[in-house]
């Protein structure tokens, strides 16, 4: 359980879980969907997020800002900041709302683009959260590693519900020497590499 989480931030949440659930059950164009993590994967990255040393917070894939607000939460104990990526306008839209509603926007930076563009000039990044097009996981990870401070997280998701797809990338991350890493069964799978 994941404590001091405010009400604004729970009615939010609640609402983005229960249009995701009506997204897969009308089998919503994938395109249109929020595809978010689910509350445990949340809760994880709450908890890997309070672990990470110091540095920037990054995430590829907004979507509504769900997975943002239980990163933002982390980022609210550390007095620190999450910068977020998202390609489509209508999920920009969303997230913003989120950020709004939920009285959050002074802990998120929305980049409005495609992350790939900007990673490279990221620095001292201790945090990633990796959630986007799958095609796009193996180019991201080349670019983030570099970056990410020692100790610092790199978390993946859908390691398990899209190992097929990912297996290049995932075979490169477990046996890449410059990361411990290890895929873990909660939610869709995540990948966890943590920089040496
Ligand atoms: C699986 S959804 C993210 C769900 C979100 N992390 C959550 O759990 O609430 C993936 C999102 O990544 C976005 N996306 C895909 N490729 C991207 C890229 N190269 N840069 C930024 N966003 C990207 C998509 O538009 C989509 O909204």
Request: proline fraction near 4%.
């Amino acid at each position: 359980m994941i404590h001091d989480v405010s009400e604004k931030i729970l009615a939010r949440m609640q609402y983005l879980e229960e249009e995701d659930r009506i997204d897969r059950e009308n089998e919503t164009p994938r395109l249109e969907r929020l595809r978010q993590i689910p509350p445990e994967t949340g809760q994880f990255l709450y908890l890997l997020a309070m672990m990470a040393p110091e540095g920037q917070f990054i995430e590829i894939g907004t979507s509504a800002g769900y997975s943002t607000l239980w990163l933002i939460l982390a980022c609210r104990k550390r007095e620190s900041l999450i910068t977020t990526f998202e390609v489509l306008p209508e999920k920009i839209k969303l997230a913003q709302e989120t950020f709004y509603l939920t009285q959050t926007s002074k802990y998120v930076e929305l980049i409005e683009g495609d992350a790939r563009v900007y990673l490279p000039d990221m620095k001292n990044i201790s945090f990633c959260f990796l959630d986007a097009e799958k095609e796009v996981y193996e180019e991201c990870y080349d670019l983030i590693i570099p970056q990410l401070v020692t100790g610092g997280l790199l978390i993946a998701d859908n390691a398990i519900n899209h190992r097929e797809t990912l297996q290049l990338m995932l075979d490169k991350a477990l046996s890449d020497k410059r990361v411990d890493a290890l895929i873990v069964p909660i939610g869709k799978g995540e990948l966890v590499c943590r920089k040496k």
